[in-house]
């Protein structure tokens, strides 16, 4: 590569060896080519995908879906996974190659605003428990899913304080469009604005049956606290129990015949010299 006689040093490289692939990388991958590789590694920004050796395309978190908020890539992929996928955009200097999923599908929120005006009804899907309400699915029509907010103040349950002693992934609720921003992509919707209106029995109805769940999830933490303490006061007793008979061995240990007076020895002394006198 370079001779430097000065340094008295020759640098050699063995990529050079080979074509640049780089150089040639629009014509194999023009941008918007559909490509099915396997995900290298995930990082909390995205996930790399090996296109060929020694060249990887990234999967942004924001490229992974349309309607969903990926909170990190583990989430939807796995290491070692195969995924499809669109090449987005090329830099040839920079060496880097934007993939995208999400763009294999129309955005749903080009229209959105038309089959999901506000004031809608619809039922939700409860998907991510948060604690400052909850995330659901919303199914709008065949082609579209989204997904849409709840805040707490919204349940219709003015002492709840967590989501999660109330709901889990799979409720169905019932709910009715109260904002949609379509620049920052938002959709808000409540439970309170569903029943505002309609009969009270609705509504009652509805509480009974999220307090059905609250009462069974109280339950099972008083079960799992109970749980606990026994085998805490279990441990706690037969821990005592050994050290116990630790204390009892040791104290054998320190046990010791008691030593002969010298009463004792003195008599046994004159009755060894009477036998001995005997004997004579």
């Known amino acids: 590569l370079s001779v430097s006689h000065e340094e008295k040093r020759i640098s ?19 941008e918007g080519t559909i490509i099915k590789r396997k995900i290298k590694s995930l990082t909390p ?31 939807v992929f796995k290491k070692g996974q195969e995924v499809e996928c669109k090449i987005i955009l090329i830099d040839i200097p920079l060496h880097r190659i934007a993939l995208g999923v999400k763009q294999l599908h129309p ?15 619809i039922i939700g899907t409860v ?39 109330v709901f889990v992934d799979g409720d169905q609720l019932p709910l009715k469009v109260i904002e949609l921003d379509m620049e920052n992509r938002r959709l808000i919707l409540s439970v309170r604005a569903y029943f505002f209106g309609k009969d009270k029995e609705q ?12 009462k069974a999830s109280q339950e099972e933490d008083n079960e ?8 805490q006061a279990q441990e706690s007793n037969e821990s005592q129990v050994s050290e116990d008979n630790d204390a009892t061995e040791i104290k054998e240990e320190n046990i010791q015949e ?15 010299e009477t036998n001995s006198e005997s004997s004579e």
């Not at 050699?12 to 023009?30: A, C, F, H, S």
């Not at 309400?133 to 349950?157: C, Y």
């Not at 008691?258 to 060894?272: A, G, R, V």
Request: net charge negative; proline share 7%; with cysteine.
């Open 12 to 30: 050699l490289g063995i990529k050079q060896m080979v074509p640049d692939p780089w150089l040639t990388i629009n014509e194999r991958y023009p």
């Open 45 to 75: 920004f995205g996930a790399f995908v090996e296109i060929e050796d020694d060249i990887d395309g990234l999967i942004h978190i924001s490229d992974i879906s349309w309607t969903k908020r990926i909170y990190h890539p583990k989430e």
């Open 107 to 121: 955005d749903p929120w080009e229209n959105l605003d038309k089959k999901l005006p506000i004031n809608t009804e």
């Open 127 to 165: 998907c991510k428990l948060i604690p400052k309400g909850l995330l659901v699915d919303i199914h709008v029509d065949d082609e579209t899913n989204i997904e849409g907010f709840v805040p707490l103040s919204h349940l219709a349950l003015p002492h709840i304080q967590r989501t999660e002693d």
């Open 203 to 214: 509504l009652q109805t509805y509480k009974e049956r999220i307090l059905e769940h609250l």
């Open 224 to 231: 799992a606290k109970e749980e606990n303490i026994g085998g």
């Open 258 to 272: 008691p030593s002969k007076t010298s009463t004792e020895e003195n008599n046994e002394s004159e009755e060894s």
